[in-house]
Protein backbone atom coordinates (compact mmCIF):
# COMPACT_ATOMS: atom_id res chain seq x y z
CA UNK A 1 0.00 0.00 0.00
CA UNK A 2 1.49 3.51 -0.98
CA UNK A 3 0.24 6.36 0.82
CA UNK A 4 1.24 9.86 0.37
CA UNK A 5 1.13 12.61 3.26
CA UNK A 6 1.29 16.81 1.58
CA UNK A 7 2.34 19.19 3.95
CA UNK A 8 3.11 22.75 3.84
CA UNK A 9 -0.01 24.60 2.40
CA UNK A 10 -1.41 27.86 4.05
CA UNK A 11 -2.06 31.25 3.44
CA UNK A 12 0.30 33.87 1.95
CA UNK A 13 0.11 36.77 0.28
CA UNK A 14 0.42 37.71 -3.36
CA UNK A 15 4.46 37.54 -4.30
CA UNK A 16 5.27 35.80 -1.28
CA UNK A 17 6.70 31.54 -1.20
CA UNK A 18 5.89 28.50 -0.06
CA UNK A 19 7.25 24.97 0.13
CA UNK A 20 4.80 22.31 -0.08
CA UNK A 21 5.89 18.77 0.76
CA UNK A 22 4.93 15.24 0.01
CA UNK A 23 6.29 11.97 1.72
CA UNK A 24 5.46 8.52 0.41
CA UNK A 25 5.59 5.19 2.44
CA UNK A 26 7.05 2.16 0.77
CA UNK A 27 10.66 0.91 -0.43
CA UNK A 28 10.42 2.02 -4.10
CA UNK A 29 10.34 5.67 -4.03
CA UNK A 30 13.05 6.13 -6.20
CA UNK A 31 11.41 4.48 -9.35
CA UNK A 32 8.33 6.78 -9.13
CA UNK A 33 7.69 9.47 -11.36
CA UNK A 34 5.99 11.77 -9.13
CA UNK A 35 3.42 14.87 -10.13
CA UNK A 36 1.82 18.14 -8.13
CA UNK A 37 -1.52 18.70 -9.59
CA UNK A 38 -3.99 21.22 -7.74
CA UNK A 39 -8.03 21.71 -8.40
CA UNK A 40 -9.34 25.38 -7.73
CA UNK A 41 -13.11 25.55 -6.47
CA UNK A 42 -15.59 24.76 -9.72
CA UNK A 43 -12.15 23.96 -11.78
CA UNK A 44 -10.77 20.98 -12.81
CA UNK A 45 -7.65 19.16 -11.74
CA UNK A 46 -4.58 20.42 -13.46
CA UNK A 47 -1.31 19.50 -13.67
CA UNK A 48 1.54 21.77 -12.15
CA UNK A 49 4.67 20.01 -12.16
CA UNK A 50 6.34 16.53 -12.48
CA UNK A 51 9.36 14.97 -11.96
CA UNK A 52 10.46 11.63 -13.03
CA UNK A 53 12.60 8.99 -11.17
CA UNK A 54 15.60 10.18 -13.66
CA UNK A 55 14.90 14.01 -12.45
CA UNK A 56 13.65 15.40 -15.54
CA UNK A 57 11.08 18.16 -14.74
CA UNK A 58 8.01 19.28 -16.42
CA UNK A 59 6.26 22.46 -16.00
CA UNK A 60 2.49 23.81 -16.86
CA UNK A 61 2.92 27.30 -18.39
CA UNK A 62 1.27 28.76 -15.68
CA UNK A 63 3.97 27.67 -12.95
CA UNK A 64 7.62 27.87 -14.97
CA UNK A 65 9.87 29.81 -14.01
CA UNK A 66 8.07 30.59 -10.18
CA UNK A 67 7.73 26.75 -9.22
CA UNK A 68 10.23 24.29 -8.88
CA UNK A 69 9.97 20.48 -8.21
CA UNK A 70 12.39 18.23 -6.35
CA UNK A 71 12.65 14.96 -4.91
CA UNK A 72 15.29 13.84 -2.31
CA UNK A 73 15.01 9.74 -2.86
CA UNK A 74 16.83 9.39 0.41
CA UNK A 75 13.87 10.60 2.58
CA UNK A 76 11.16 9.37 0.12
CA UNK A 77 9.98 12.76 -0.21
CA UNK A 78 9.32 15.51 -3.24
CA UNK A 79 8.65 19.10 -2.81
CA UNK A 80 7.34 21.80 -4.63
CA UNK A 81 8.85 25.21 -3.52
CA UNK A 82 6.28 28.14 -5.14
CA UNK A 83 8.14 31.38 -5.57
CA UNK A 84 6.03 34.36 -6.71
CA UNK A 85 2.54 33.12 -5.87
CA UNK A 86 -0.62 34.64 -7.46
CA UNK A 87 -4.17 34.92 -6.22
CA UNK A 88 -4.70 32.96 -9.12
CA UNK A 89 -2.32 29.98 -7.71
CA UNK A 90 -5.07 29.67 -5.07
CA UNK A 91 -6.34 25.70 -4.93
CA UNK A 92 -5.76 22.73 -3.25
CA UNK A 93 -2.44 20.94 -3.88
CA UNK A 94 -2.13 17.62 -4.70
CA UNK A 95 0.66 15.16 -5.12
CA UNK A 96 0.56 11.92 -6.83
CA UNK A 97 2.72 8.85 -8.00
CA UNK A 98 3.06 6.03 -10.14
CA UNK A 99 5.43 3.50 -10.96
CA UNK A 100 4.69 4.07 -15.09
CA UNK A 101 4.19 7.40 -17.06
CA UNK A 102 3.94 8.44 -20.42
CA UNK A 103 4.07 12.13 -19.94
CA UNK A 104 3.19 12.64 -16.33
CA UNK A 105 1.39 15.63 -17.52
CA UNK A 106 -2.13 13.79 -16.78
CA UNK A 107 -3.94 12.81 -13.63
CA UNK A 108 -5.30 9.74 -15.30
CA UNK A 109 -1.20 8.55 -15.48
CA UNK A 110 -1.14 8.18 -11.49
CA UNK A 111 -2.32 5.92 -9.43
CA UNK A 112 -1.35 6.94 -6.14
CA UNK A 113 -2.70 10.42 -4.37
CA UNK A 114 -2.04 12.12 -1.25
CA UNK A 115 -5.21 14.33 0.27
CA UNK A 116 -4.14 17.40 -0.72
CA UNK A 117 -3.14 20.56 1.18
CA UNK A 118 -4.85 23.91 0.83
CA UNK A 119 -2.93 26.66 -0.72
CA UNK A 120 -4.74 30.18 -0.31
CA UNK A 121 -2.98 32.97 -2.00
CA UNK A 122 -4.37 36.91 -1.44
CA UNK A 123 -4.03 40.01 -2.63
Known amino acids: QVQLVESGGGLVQAGGSLRLSCVVS????????MGWFRQAPGKEREFVAA???????SYSDSVKGRFTISRDNAKNTVYLQMNSLKPEDTAVYYC?????????????????WGQGTQVTVSS
Open 26 to 33: GRTFNRYA
Open 51 to 57: IRWSGLT
Open 96 to 112: AADETVLTGLSSYEYDY
